[in-house]
Nanobody, 131 residues
Framework: QVQLVESGGGPVQVGGSLRLYCVAS????????LGWFRRLPGQEREFVAA???????????YYSYSALDRFTISRDDAVNTVYLQLTSLKPEDTAVYFC?????????????????????WGQGTQVIVSS
């Protein structure tokens, strides 16, 4: 049973940056598509970014429109960790950020934007962006 623990959230000013971490235990993330989602206040959880790695095709990433050009997802399978670098933060980025791991992987990450593609979830880390 894979367990995911996020960290790195906290308060930050508008325009600032944060790096979120998600460490997996109880299993390896190798061979899994990994994703970040977020839940804005009073809203449903929404997709932010996904990343896959395959020996044949290397690393692939996919972002939501709101995350594109501001957020960067990366992974280090050697330490079972996935990262989300947040930059140019806006008040509307205030949310609880969750990482998730799928049971398998694919290069077609556009299919990994819904929660049902992921089997394991962390508890979330809060990001608060204020002016």
């Amino acid at each position: 049973q894979v367990q995911l623990v996020e960290s790195g959230g906290g308060p930050v000013q508008v325009g600032g940056s944060l790096r979120l971490y998600c460490v997996a235990s109880g299993g390896t993330i190798s061979g899994s598509t990994l994703g970040w989602f977020r839940r804005l206040p009073g809203q449903e959880r929404e997709f932010v970014a996904a990343i896959s790695w395959r020996q044949t095709s290397g690393v692939n990433t996919y972002y939501s429109y709101s995350a594109l050009d501001r957020f960067t997802i990366s992974r280090d399978d050697a330490v079972n960790t996935v990262y989300l670098q947040l930059t140019s933060l806006k008040p509307e980025d205030t949310a609880v950020y969750f990482c998730a791991a799928a049971a398998g992987t694919s290069d077609e990450l556009r299919y990994y934007v819904t929660e049902d593609k992921y089997h394991y979830w962390g508890q979330g880390t809060q990001v608060i962006v204020s002016s």
